[in-house]
C-alpha cells in the first residue's frame, strides 16, 4: 500500500513539474534587459518600449549596456518645443529584483531614475517610472 501511494505521489509531484514551463519569450533579466530599448509609448500607468537594434536618430532612447554601462538619447537643451536636438548621455544602470536604478547626464548635470520592470520579452519592455531626481551642475 505505501510503495503505490509513494509511486503515485512521484508521478503526480513529476507530472506537475514537467507541466509548469517558461513562457519562451519571457528573457531573464538583467540578461533580458541588455540592448536598445525605443518607441516610448506611454499605456496607462506603464510605459512600453521596443527592442530596437540601433539609437534612432530624432527620438527618445535608452540603452542597457554589459558592465551596467548606459547610454541615454534625449533632449540636449532645456527647451522641448520643437525642434529637438537629440544627443547621447552616459550613465550607469544597477538592478535589484525588480528594479533598474539609472544614474545618467543630463544637460544640467545628472539625472536618477528609478524604474520598476513589469514585463521583459524578447521585443518589449514594460516599466512603471517610480522616482526621478536632477541634480544641477554647480560651478
Known sequence: MKKTFYLGF????FSVLYS???SDNQLPVPKGLEGIWSNR????????????????????????????VLVERKNVGWCGTPPITYGNFQGSWSIN????????????GLADYEWKIISITENHLY?????????????
Open 10 to 13: 512521484a508521478i503526480l509531484f
Open 20 to 22: 509548469c514551463k517558461k
Open 41 to 68: 509609448v506611454v499605456e496607462n500607468s506603464f510605459v512600453k518600449f521596443d527592442r530596437t537594434t540601433t539609437l534612432p536618430k530624432d527620438d527618445y532612447a535608452i540603452a542597457f549596456q554589459e558592465n551596467q
Open 97 to 108: 529584483d525588480s528594479i533598474i536604478k539609472i544614474t545618467v547626464d543630463n544637460w544640467s
Open 127 to 139: 516599466i512603471v517610472p517610480l522616482s526621478e531626481n536632477y541634480r544641477t551642475n554647480v560651478d
